[in-house]
């Protein structure tokens, strides 16, 4: 795990330009070490042939983008129904890694003020459902959550099933900026597993989690490392701006641990915890 004091920005700092910091964060994020207080890494998924017709016809790689066709928000609109059941069977593994962090990163907030939290890419509601169920954030009232998802029929299953554990939910593309909320809005803002699909606009969603974030806030970002170049030119423009410091990268997990035996295919996801402090 890496963590870094508030003068800890220097190594990066340094860096001649924004290459040289990407490949430093690539070694940073590789090591697949495990924290001690992590919980332990399941090796192995329930098998395949348990999802749902859809959720199979998804599971041809590790971006889940198989025998249908369509854009995201088209995709989880036919999956809304059995996508919990789904992530159950491929057992998720940062939804039981993100709820700590943020238990973690709520430890010291005064309790007389209760914090705020905006959960994007928020589904169905089960990170904010477990986030409610952790020690220390379990009682309502002491915990506010607002929510943001691109697919409505996501959000109706969260309204359904889990609206008692948001205060508001808003349909709208996290790729389409502004967002709508206003400034230094929230606590914590957490994204886990959504950022695997924006290949657009990213600075400017990136420079959203900033704005809606407290000055010395954290953001908390699942970030997958097939896809972290995408991300890493512009996380390093906001640390030389000044925008955001690291604060932690946790250790390499995976999400999706599993092996199909009928082709012999491994699929392993690699991901990281990517938490930044917002200045």
Not at 171 to 187: C, G, K, L, N
């Amino acid at each position: 795990m890496l963590r870094l004091p508030r003068n800890g920005t220097s190594w990066v700092v340094r860096q001649a330009n924004s290459r040289a910091f990407c490949s430093q964060f690539a070694k940073k994020t590789a090591t697949t070490c495990q924290h001690k207080d992590e919980p332990k890494q399941e090796r192995k998924i329930r098998s395949h042939h348990d999802l749902s017709d859809f959720g199979k016809a998804q599971y041809s790689g590790s971006l889940f983008k198989g025998a249908t066709h369509g854009t995201e928000e088209q995709i989880y609109k036919q999956w809304a129904q059995t996508y919990d059941d789904d992530m159950s069977t491929l057992k998720f593994d940062s939804l039981k890694t993100m709820p700590l962090k943020i238990e973690e990163y709520l430890r010291d907030f005064p309790v007389a003020i209760g914090p705020n939290i905006l959960d994007v890419g928020c589904g169905t509601g089960v990170l904010g459902q477990l986030m409610f169920e952790k020690q220390n954030v379990e009682k309502e009232g002491e915990l506010t959550i607002d929510g943001m998802d691109l697919t409505q029929e996501m959000l109706d299953i969260l309204e359904n099933e889990r609206g008692n554990f948001y205060s508001s939910v808003q349909q709208h593309d996290m790729t389409a900026t502004p967002w709508p909320f206003d400034d230094d809005s929230y606590d914590l803002t957490v994204c886990n597993g959504v950022l695997v699909y924006v290949r657009d606009n990213i600075r400017e969603c990136l420079d959203e989690f900033v704005r809606v974030t407290k000055p010395g806030r954290h953001c908390l970002l699942m970030l997958r490392q097939d896809c972290l170049h995408y991300f890493s030119p512009r996380i390093y423009e906001l640390i030389t701006e000044k925008k955001w410091r690291i604060a932690e990268i946790t250790d390499t997990r995976f999400n999706f641990n599993t092996r199909e035996r009928e082709d012999e295919k491994e699929y392993f996801v690699p991901y990281n915890h990517h938490i930044f402090q917002v200045l």
